[in-house]
């Protein structure tokens, strides 16, 4: 099992952070390659855990879809998410807390991989992982930043 962690400093609000985290289009916006999230049977917003998704991701030239379950929820401080496929499966954390600034958000993923190939490959290919997951939450804290400068 591969643990990617990774913490930034948002100036916006906490509840702005988290929406951007929570709402489906804006995940969109911070996510590369995400084309579309639909849940499997009922979804209540207030109460999400437990709820079943799927995901599509464009990766390279095709798109790949997800299996996901929403492991915890608690507004607006927490959200994890547990992701993947045959291959392998993801715990994603975002855990939010309120700053002098804005929000500071800790995200951590544990990554398990099915099969021999697929740990060689997350090991071999960690960096880039790495370079992913700071891309992308160097694009959510662009689009919190500025979500929280139309607000005011």
Not at 11 to 20: G, R, S, T
């Amino acid at each position: 099992m591969s643990d990617f962690t990774y913490s930034i400093d948002i100036h916006a609000p906490k509840e702005i952070v988290f929406d951007c985290i929570n709402d489906n289009e804006k995940q969109k916006i911070w996510m590369e390659g995400l084309q579309e999230t639909y849940y499997a049977g009922l979804y209540d917003p207030e109460n999400p855990v437990g709820t079943k998704f799927k995901q599509k991701i464009k990766e390279g030239g095709r798109v790949v879809e997800y299996d996901g379950e929403v492991i915890a929820y608690d507004r607006p401080d927490l959200i994890a998410v547990k992701i993947g496929n045959q291959s392998f499966a993801v715990n994603a954390n975002y855990e939010l807390n309120e700053t002098l600034q804005g929000t500071r958000l800790d995200y951590r993923a544990e990554m398990g991989t099915a099969n021999t190939f697929t740990k060689i490959m997350g090991f071999m290919f960690g960096w880039l992982t790495k370079r992913i997951l700071h891309k992308q939450m160097t694009s959510l804290k662009k689009l919190a930043e500025s979500e929280a400068k139309v607000t005011v």
